[in-house]
């Protein structure tokens, strides 16, 4: 039974040693088309793991890139043609739940989530370029706007399309350009729903450099200080040292 029971180890440390690892999770690739009575009436965009990929611009009638880097969309592939009796079913199922179902169920709505931050860190007098990150939305429909020391800035605006998520959610990233001086707040604001609207802002604040360099003067200051203080009390201990070496005082 020894001996059997030590090859009968060796196998299952043998077995143990040559598993395989386990499976990376598997991406999940994702074309999602909406329709609602809100603006903007259609929505499709192509994800992957969660990231706008592309996304067909109706008024324009063709698809967009999320990304500057992703190469342009296949052509032959998905025309505008080929969507058109898609987004026709979509506006008819809409038509028929929208009118049997008004007042029996009540409206999902997201309440969202803002967060302004800059692209780069900023450099004193210079633009900067920050982005204004909207999560939770739902219905996919908001008004955005940016303002600059308390005025509406409209011009260098950028706003992505509306990307769903997992979680049956949408995310938007809006971009804008600004030259602000030390202090100055920056708000991104959205707007969301036509009945009970719900309004969210996000801020942020321009750094001043300039009082990031009086910190650092005066803690380099400070240091130098204490570093001078320490010195002269270890000189003074050094000599007290010397004129009394027994410690008899």
Do not use: K
Not at 24 to 46: F, K, M, N
Not at 69 to 92: F, K, N, V
Not at 142 to 162: I, N, Q, R
Request: aromatic letters at 6%; hydrophobic letters at 45%.
């Amino acid at each position: 039974m020894g001996v059997l029971g030590a090859l009968l180890g060796g196998v299952l440390v043998a077995v143990a040693v040559a598993e395989p690892a386990p499976d990376p999770p598997p991406h999940t690739l994702g074309e999602i088309l909406t329709c609602q009575p809100d603006p903007p009436s259609l929505s499709l965009s192509v994800t992957l793991d969660g990231r706008g990929l592309f996304w067909f611009h109706f008024p324009a009638s063709r698809w967009l890139r999320g990304a500057p880097a992703l190469p342009a969309w296949p052509e032959g592939l998905e025309t505008p043609a080929e969507l058109l009796p898609e987004t026709q079913l979509c506006r008819q199922i809409l038509g028929i739940l929208g009118t049997q179902l008004a007042g029996l169920l009540p409206q999902a709505r997201g309440i969202p989530v803002l967060s302004v931050f800059p692209a780069h860190p900023p450099s004193p007098g210079g633009a900067t370029t920050l982005l204004c990150l909207v999560e939770n939305i739902f219905p996919p429909s908001l008004a955005l706007s940016w303002s600059l020391a308390g005025a509406e800035v409209t011009a260098g605006v950028t706003l992505g399309p509306f990307v769903p998520t997992a979680d049956l959610t949408f995310v938007r990233l809006s971009r804008i350009s600004v030259t602000p001086r030390p202090g100055d707040v920056v708000s991104c604001s959205v707007t969301t729903g036509r009945d009970n609207a719900t309004t969210v802002v996000a801020y942020w604040v321009a750094p001043d450099t300039a009082l990031d360099e009086q910190l650092d003067t005066a803690l380099a200051g400070a240091g130098l200080a204490l570093g001078l203080v320490l010195a002269l009390l270890g000189l003074g201990l050094a000599l007290l040292a010397r004129r009394d070496p027994h410690g008899t005082g």
